[in-house]
């Protein structure tokens, strides 16, 4: 079963960059047809995808959030990264990894953005 899980700091003051780790189990991400997500949801309110990254590792954004996410991957350790600059209070969500398109979610990290 295709395990993920997200690893990050809780915590990223305002204007900085957030950085959090996806670590994928019993696939390997580069493995045909299996695209890696990041989607977050703020408190009260809807899922918002924020970006992938394929198995080729080509990467897609929301436009929404302008040029501000930046996914990578280690394919040696079987990780794919999201970094989100200048971040503001509004960042401020429970950010998930994920393979869409095969139905496996992480379990969620709380990310505050706060000075």
């Known amino acids: 079963q295709v395990q993920l899980q997200e690893s990050g700091p809780g915590l990223v003051k305002p204007s900085q960059t957030l950085s959090l780790t996806c670590t994928v189990s019993?696939?390997?991400?580069?493995?045909?047809?299996?695209?890696w997500s990041w989607i977050r949801q703020a408190s009260g309110k809807g899922l918002e995808w924020i970006g992938r990254i394929d198995s080729s590792g080509n990467t897609y954004y929301s436009p929404s959030l302008k040029s501000r996410p930046s996914i990578s991957r280690d394919t040696s350790e079987n990780q794919f990264t999201l970094q989100l600059s200048s971040v503001t209070p509004e960042d401020t969500a429970v950010y998930y990894c994920?393979?869409?398109?095969?139905?496996?979610w992480g379990q969620g990290t709380q990310v505050t953005v706060s000075s």
């Open positions: 994920a393979s869409l398109s095969g139905g496996h």
């Open positions: 019993n696939v390997s991400i580069t493995t045909n047809d299996y695209h």
